[in-house]
């Protein structure tokens, strides 16, 4: 939770707050059952509110789904920081490429969501995507100043690939080892 969020919440009525932590329970098990395009009314009826009462807390999907996402973007980041004082660069970085990729396999079409926020910085879902960006950056720097990593790649086109990556397995549930297979063919790219 960001700190104007928490303090947002820390400001609500008891009411108001019972209000959202239910909305964010029943999303999180509707993103999970029917993935990010699930209907938010089903969400709203589920909390046992009406669909204005879930707009005033979340203006929008991707302000509900950004959210929804915090916790495992916290524990990304977490991750991330730890992996810095690896004793490899690029395998921490391809460490933490690998769990973002199992993160957004949680939730069908989140994928598709967080690319397409890559491009929108308006986006709600860019709360989550801006520190990752900050965070993957930390680490790519680190595997670059190594020569283990290309200088001319970006974090930008690594976490779309990553994304583009969790979107084929998504795709293709009947292979499971085609995400770490498409991992490991764009890393062969990246590598010096």
């Known amino acids: 939770m960001t700190t104007a969020e928490h303090d947002r919440s820390r400001r609500m009525r008891a009411d108001a707050r ?16 029917h993935g990010t395009g699930a209907s938010l009314e089903d969400v709203a009826r589920a909390a046992g509110v009406g669909i204005g009462t879930l707009y005033r807390h979340f203006p929008n999907r991707h302000a509900l789904m950004s959210a929804v996402f915090e916790e495992a973007v916290s524990e990304l ?3 991330s920081r730890a992996l810095l004082d690896a004793p ?6 391809v460490t933490w490429l690998r769990e973002i990729i199992t993160h957004a396999g949680e939730y069908r079409g989140l994928s598709r969501a967080l690319m397409s926020a890559s491009q929108d910085t308006s986006s709600a879902l860019a709360r989550c995507s801006d520190p990752m960006r900050e965070a993957g950056q930390a680490l790519l720097a680190r595997a670059q100043g190594a020569g283990a990593v290309r200088g001319d790649v970006s974090i ?7 994304n583009a990556i969790a979107l084929a397995a998504e795709e293709t549930p009947s292979d499971p080892a085609l995400a770490d297979r498409l991992l490991r063919l764009t890393l062969r790219g990246i590598t010096c």
């Open 77 to 79: 980041l977490d991750r």
């Open 18 to 33: 019972r209000n959202y932590d239910r909305l964010l329970a029943q999303a999180r098990i509707a993103f999970a059952e």
């Open 88 to 93: 490899q660069p690029c395998t921490a970085l």
């Open 156 to 162: 930008g086109d690594l976490l779309q690939l990553t």
